[in-house]
């Protein structure tokens, strides 16, 4: 009886003063706005964005995770606005945060080959917990269904803003993004439960598999797309590294997720988190991707391992093509 006591009265504690991380996606690529806001506008006229994540689904009461953005580019004012819907949700207990928020970017081209973009990304959080699913250790200790607990409010709203950079070529781009700027406060009882700081740097690179030469345009030909990215929120860090073959219809990949080679959390604990397997088709300006995590230990068979979906629609207006140069960053779609 002990035991549960204090297993639950932890669970409880730990719940309501959490220092929460962010959303992951593994298709970090497939949603652009949440990556780095300075990725607003990066098509050639407007795009839809979709990304779902089901993660450990065989366990009861599975995390999941979903984005839906839009953002437009205004090519005569160099800039792009994007707006974006969020949700995140944590076991069974209805702990979850809704996000609805907005993103500008502005674009400035500093020589024929380069260009820098600058964004900003602000956001409305709703933070949600269903206490009356919780077991405290009073109800344990009376053989209650009841707590004596006083009752806490089920939502908690907040207020975030996040800052980012790019540096872009034809072929290239390195980011960097610096998240919950303001710290905001989480907490459920008026503790100090400031979401930390998270900061993510990224990048991709286009290998041509002809070297670039040969004849017909360079969006006919396969290539190899390089991609990572390297984050860190509090004492939590991980790079994710992969390389991606794209052909005009479809294209495949693999990410490793992880950073063995540094630091472990714990002794005797490897730093290895997963294996992630991605394929994908193109259909006009519609594109569609499925990725599965591979947990990297014996958990992959007891959590069932990780889905995720992505979907993209690139509008496309050819008179506003012809009119002026827009912000594309080729390497950005995945």
């Known amino acids: 009886m002990k035991k549960k006591i204090i297993t639950y009265s932890l669970v409880i504690f730990n719940v309501l003063i959490l220092n929460a991380q962010d959303i992951h996606f593994t298709q970090f690529m497939a949603s652009p706005l949440f990556l780095n806001p300075s990725f607003t506008g990066a098509n050639i006229d407007s795009r839809l964005s ?3 994540r089901n993660q450990w689904w065989a366990i009861p009461g599975t995390y999941n995770s979903f984005m839906a953005s839009y953002d437009y580019y205004f090519s005569e004012l160099k800039s792009g606005l994007g707006a974006f819907v969020a949700s995140d949700n944590a076991g069974s207990m ?3 945060n809704r996000f609805l928020g907005l993103t500008y970017a502005y674009d ?3 020589n024929k080959d380069w260009s820098i973009s600058m964004g900003l990304k602000f956001y409305y959080g709703y933070k949600t917990l269903n206490f009356d699913k919780l077991i ?8 209650a269904s009841t707590s004596l607990q006083p009752v806490l ?12 950079a790019l540096i872009y070529s034809v072929d290239h781009f390195f980011g960097i993004s610096i998240n919950n700027i303001n710290r905001p406060n989480q907490s459920f009882m008026d503790e100090n439960g400031k979401l ?9 690179k286009t290998f041509y598999t002809d070297g670039g030469g040969g004849s017909g345009r360079k969006t006919d030909k396969p290539v190899i797309l390089g991609v990572f990215q390297y984050q860190f929120q509090k004492n939590f860090d991980e790079v994710e590294i992969g390389a991606i073959y794209k052909a005009p219809r479809y294209f495949a990949g693999i990410y490793y997720r992880g950073l063995p080679l540094f630091k472990s959390y714990k002794k005797g604990y490897p730093n290895n988190d997963a294996l992630c397997f991605l394929g994908g088709i193109h259909f006009k300006n519609f594109e569609v991707a499925y990725s599965y995590d591979c947990t990297i230990s014996w ?9 995720e979906i992505s979907l993209n629609y690139m509008f496309y207006n050819p008179q506003k093509s012809k009119k002026s140069r827009t912000k594309i960053i080729p390497c950005a779609k995945f």
Do not use: C, I, W
Not at 153 to 164: E, L, T, V
Not at 196 to 204: D, E, F, I, N, T
Not at 299 to 307: D, E, H, I, L, P
């Open 50 to 52: 979709m990304v779902y």
């Open 153 to 164: 409010p089920k939502h908690q709203s907040y207020f975030d803003f996040s800052y980012g």
């Open 108 to 110: 400035y081209k500093f």
């Open 136 to 143: 405290f250790g009073d109800e344990l200790l009376r053989g």
């Open 196 to 204: 930390p700081v998270r900061y993510s740097l990224h990048g991709a």
């Open 94 to 96: 209805n702990y979850g």
């Open 299 to 307: 958990q992959t068979y007891r959590t069932g391992g990780s889905n």
